[in-house]
């Protein structure tokens, strides 16, 4: 049977005489590889040899693991491993042209901590960049008597110096801009370059055994010269000793004590001052079709993007709205023909620049308007002048007086009243009369004074009395005052708070195309510039400002007032949310949960109790809360305390409250900045109060 044949002396070759698929998983007719045979399989042949080779290979490795010449063999394995990192990080930073010796000494002297080294690094070679006299040093750099490590800088280098040489290049600048903006040597890093090249440091060498031979040692010529030497032609030609390339970029932050900000904004825009501008009022009153026209009118759109709209509203089935697709730019605003974001642009009258926003009057999407109208300087309301749409907007539940109470209770004094849609009531003298009076009333009773409320009829869809007086007759028989966008052109720009720490609320974080990410927001107090550093509230994160674009334009600053996209890096875009707050390092804004403000009730159903839960609207901030505690109730005018620890509140009293919020909230006093200490609260879909920060607790 086959299964007792003799399979000892059974030659498979046979078997597979026409296939070499299987024939070649053994090399020699071994049963087991070659590897595993000289490994396992003793040779006395062969034995010797596989064991010389290993040792020798051994000993060069051994050889070529020192990197560093001036490493005392004294330090223990972790702390040579921190050592090597330390030296890395600085010489990324600083370049080639320092030996080896300076940094470890350096390094040494500060635990391994990169930016202490730097820091020392910098500063030393700027007091001796001060203190030294050109014809000196060169007889004093002869003097040590053992520069026997200067040869092996270039042999360390021929490896390791070439990769280094090629990021150094690239990476110089930037690297050494982001170090010395980020701490407090900020003044030494910008003098340092001048006199040394590429913006490399050369400061005292570690050779000398006390510091006065150190002292001596200092900024050598002949060290920087080997330096120089194994460098590419192109490099060393390029760079210069005296003004070099990186010094230009620096200077940017050592001048931000000294930027007059009021003379750049005079400059700025041919001396034009800026003003921000939200458009509110009732839903389907005409804000956006009003403003597309204006738009229009004044040449921000031109001819052909106009008519693509008129065909696509047309085909849509709403001919109407193609002037409202100018700022209504998504699908979804389109298709249900209403607002639904604060749609942002610019434009620009003979003495001013504005930026238009267009906040939506939906009662569903109050809390976007609340964040254009935070950020608004003046504001344009626009009403409705057919029959039973204006009392519509303006009786109960309409949202003419809600917005109206909300722009006076964020800040905004000034108020050009639009009559729109003049021209269904035949521009009637008694109709504009008669819608006046009522809104002249409320909004007296709102806090608006007379002499900042101006009444402007118009047609937003025929474009009548906006860009340019009216030539109809209907209209011109009885009104001979300004049109709307003269009216613009005459509001007053308010004072801008340059001088303030830096504060910025984000209203918008997206991805950029490079490396960080873009934030966009209204600049609310103090200036900023590219290079700076900011903290980010309350996510307690520093970040670097790359870029500054303003209205799509570059822009090497930007101040108080200004619409800005800001390029961050050195932060993680999940730490950023909408809400948050940018500021001064040295001047910080405070986070807290728990403040005490003063409140203002609007016509409230329901009695405020302890406990009683809002939804606090701060600038960008939409927030969950609660009213801890009924501090007093305050007499409206004269602000002194009527009664202590009331028991509730009704509509229309002035309080003082502890107000507690689930997530920290970034808040300032309402005395010290008056823009970032206002603040709404809503119940149950409406504005029950507005006040004011008095007290952060914590």
Not at 31 to 45: D, L
Not at 100 to 127: C, I, K, M
Request: glycine share 8%; with cysteine; proline share 7%.
């Amino acid at each position: 049977m086959s299964r007792h044949r003799n399979v000892r002396g059974y030659n498979y070759d046979e078997d597979f005489e026409d296939d070499d698929m299987y024939g070649q998983s053994v090399d020699d007719d071994y049963c087991i590889s070659p590897a595993t045979a000289a490994q396992f399989i003793y040779s006395r042949q062969e034995r010797q040899a596989p064991q010389v080779e290993p040792v020798e290979e051994a000993e060069d490795e051994e050889a070529e693991i020192p990197m560093s010449p001036s490493v005392g063999p004294t330090l223990d394995p972790l702390d040579q491993g921190r050592l090597y990192s330390c030296l890395d990080h600085m010489r990324a930073v600083l370049g080639d042209s320092v030996s080896d010796s300076v940094l470890t000494q350096a390094a040494l002297r500060h635990n391994f901590d990169p930016q202490r080294a730097l820091d020392a690094v910098l500063s030393e070679e700027s007091v001796h960049t001060h203190t030294h006299t050109p014809a000196p040093p060169p007889p004093k750099a002869t003097q040590p008597p053992t520069p026997a490590p200067l040869p092996q800088r270039p042999e360390r280098e021929r490896g390791k110096g070439r990769d280094n040489r090629s990021k150094v290049e690239s990476d110089i600048v930037p690297k050494v801009a982001r170090m010395t903006v980020s701490g407090k040597k900020q003044t030494m890093g910008f003098d340092v370059p001048g006199t040394e090249e590429n913006g490399v440091q050369s400061p005292s060498v570690r050779r000398g055994p006390s510091p006065e031979a150190v002292a001596v040692a200092t900024v050598p010529t002949p060290v920087s010269t080997p330096a120089k030497a194994p460098e590419t032609p192109a490099k060393s030609t390029g760079s210069g000793d005296e003004p070099v390339a990186p010094a230009t970029p620096r200077t940017t932050g050592k001048s931000k004590t000294q930027l007059d900000i009021r003379t750049e904004l005079d400059k700025r825009q041919g001396g034009k001052p800026l003003l921000n501008l939200v458009v509110i009022g009732h839903v389907d009153a005409g804000k956006s079709t009003l403003m597309g026209h204006l738009l229009y009118l004044l040449g921000n759109v031109n001819k052909r993007t106009m008519h693509k709209y008129e065909q696509e509203a047309k085909k849509a089935g709403k001919a109407s709205f193609a002037y409202a697709w100018v700022l209504d730019e998504t699908g979804e605003e389109r298709d249900r023909g209403v607002t639904m974001d604060v749609g942002m642009t610019k434009f620009e009258t003979s003495s001013k620049v504005v930026t238009l926003m267009d906040a939506p009057g939906h009662r569903d999407f109050i809390p976007n308007m609340i964040t254009g109208a935070a950020q608004a300087d003046v504001a344009v309301l626009v009403v409705d002048a057919s029959r039973g749409e204006f009392e519509a907007g303006f009786e109960a539940g309409g949202q003419t007086r809600e917005h109206a109470l909300l722009v006076r209770s964020l800040g905004v004094t000034q108020l050009a009243v639009a009559v729109n849609k003049m021209d269904q009531v035949s521009w009637q003298q008694e109709r504009f009369q008669e819608i006046t009076k009522k809104l002249g009333h409320f909004l007296k009773q709102a806090g608006f004074k007379d002499s900042d409320v101006f009444y402007v009829p118009s047609s937003g869809l025929s474009g009548e009395n906006l860009t340019s007086r009216s030539s109809v007759s209907e209209l011109t028989s009885w009104y001979k005052g300004p049109c709307l966008l003269e009216q613009i052109d005459g509001f007053k720009p308010p004072q801008r708070s340059v001088e303030q720490p830096f504060r910025l609320c984000v209203s918008d974080v997206f991805k950029d195309q490079g490396s960080g990410f873009c934030v966009t927001g209204k600049v609310e107090a103090g200036y900023i510039q590219t290079g700076d550093r900011m903290l980010a509230m309350p996510p307690n994160e520093t970040c670097t400002v790359k870029a500054i674009t303003l209205h799509d334009e570059a822009m090497d600053w930007a101040a108080a007032g200004d619409h800005v996209t800001l390029s961050v890096t050195g932060m993680d875009i999940i730490k950023i949310n909408v809400g948050c707050v940018f500021c001064d390092p040295k001047e910080p804004i405070r986070a807290c949960t728990r403040f005490r403000a003063r409140i203002l009730l609007f016509n409230i159903e329901v009695p405020i109790t302890q406990g009683f839960p809002v939804l606090l609207h701060y600038q960008t901030v939409s927030e969950p809360a609660t009213i801890r505690k009924l501090v007093s109730i305050l007499h409206k005018s004269s602000g002194e305390v009527l009664k202590k620890k009331p028991k509730c509140l009704g509509k229309g009293q002035n309080a003082v409250v502890e107000i507690q919020t689930q997530r920290p909230v970034a808040l300032e006093l309402y005395k010290d900045y008056k823009e970032l200490g206002r603040f709404m609260l809503r119940y149950v879909g409406s504005t029950i109060a507005a006040g004011v920060v008095t007290e952060i607790k914590e």
